[in-house]
């Protein structure tokens, strides 16, 4: 093996050229330890690019094959094919110019992992509205209550009682509006119940500081449970009032009780609804509770 040390080759009119016998392999190592490096210099030489061996704990001894196509514009360096394998396996690179991907009819159930950005995927549009949902409660042991908090002024919400389960019988909801120093506000109700909508009976309630889902006094037990759909409407101190709509059911051993509620809080107050809690009464026990299975669903508007 010869070895050739200098500083500098230089050559005034003719290209300098590297001809090696035997596997015609030319090294550049480089001193000090440091990775084998190839500078190339631009014509003034103030700039310079550099091809740099990866390190030495890497353990890489593979070969890439410069490209054995033409260029093409928007081409990249492809890996098209490779001989042998691990640390010393042979690359060779291609110009490959990859297809435009279609955008305008993307099949969401091709979709695996990864996430799309709402600059792309928005929640809501100019001219339509969705839910956000807030929370799901599910009852995995027995509480006396469920507490929905977090609403803020000028905001619709909507819940979604899907299962009120009770751990008693003669026991049915009660549901109060509180403020954000938990005191319970007065509201007026319409109320319109019965068994089928030509038995209905309408009555108005003024002054309530509970919503009653009593349908006209009968009870719920652990063997007629229902629930109920509410949207509520958090207004804003003098300037409107909160309003809520509410329909509720509960199975009978005949026709299923139905109960239409309407009403809003009392004009009076100078404070708004903060939080709305479910929980179940029950005329003869102290203590009833909303059993395990109960679901709640939690939602407010987007517009």
Not at 157 to 177: C, E, G, H, R, S
Request: glycine content about 8%; charged content about 15%.
């Amino acid at each position: 093996m010869s070895k050739i040390k200098v500083d500098e080759v230089e050559s005034g009119s003719s290209n300098v050229k590297l001809s090696p016998k035997g596997t015609g392999l030319v090294k550049v190592k480089a001193a000090g330890g440091a990775d084998g490096t190839l500078q190339l210099n631009s014509s003034g030489g103030s700039n310079a690019v550099k091809i740099k061996s990866p390190a030495h704990s890497a353990g890489i001894s593979h070969t890439i094959i410069l490209p054995d196509n033409n260029a093409a514009v928007d081409g990249h360096l492809h890996v098209k094919s490779v001989t042998g394998s691990g640390s010393t396996a042979v690359g060779q690179l291609e110009f490959k110019v990859f297809p435009t991907l279609d955008t305008s009819n993307l099949d969401a159930s091709n979709f695996t992992t990864g996430k799309l950005p709402s600059s792309i995927m928005p929640a809501t549009t100019l001219s339509q509205a969705a839910l956000k949902l807030l929370s799901t409660t599910t009852v995995t042991s027995p509480v006396s209550y469920i507490d929905l908090t977090g609403l803020t002024d000028n905001k619709n919400y909507k819940i979604i009682a899907k299962k009120l389960l009770v751990d008693t019988d003669y026991a049915y909801p009660f549901i109060n509006f509180l403020d954000a120093s938990g005191n319970i506000l007065i509201c007026d109700i319409n109320d319109r119940y019965g068994y089928s909508p030509w038995t209905y009976t309408r009555q108005n309630i003024y002054y309530q500081n509970n919503l009653m889902l009593n349908h006209n006094g009968s009870h719920w037990g652990t063997e007629r449970r229902g629930g109920f759909i509410m949207e509520f409407n958090t207004g804003e101190v003098n300037v409107n009032q909160e309003y809520f709509f509410l329909t509720s059911f509960r199975p009978s051993y005949g026709y299923p009780m139905l109960d239409d509620k309407s009403g809003h809080i009392a004009a009076h107050y100078s404070n708004t609804v903060k939080t709305i809690r479910i929980y179940p009464h029950n005329v003869f026990s102290p203590t009833p509770h909303w059993d395990v299975g109960t679901e709640i669903v939690f939602y407010e508007y987007l517009k």
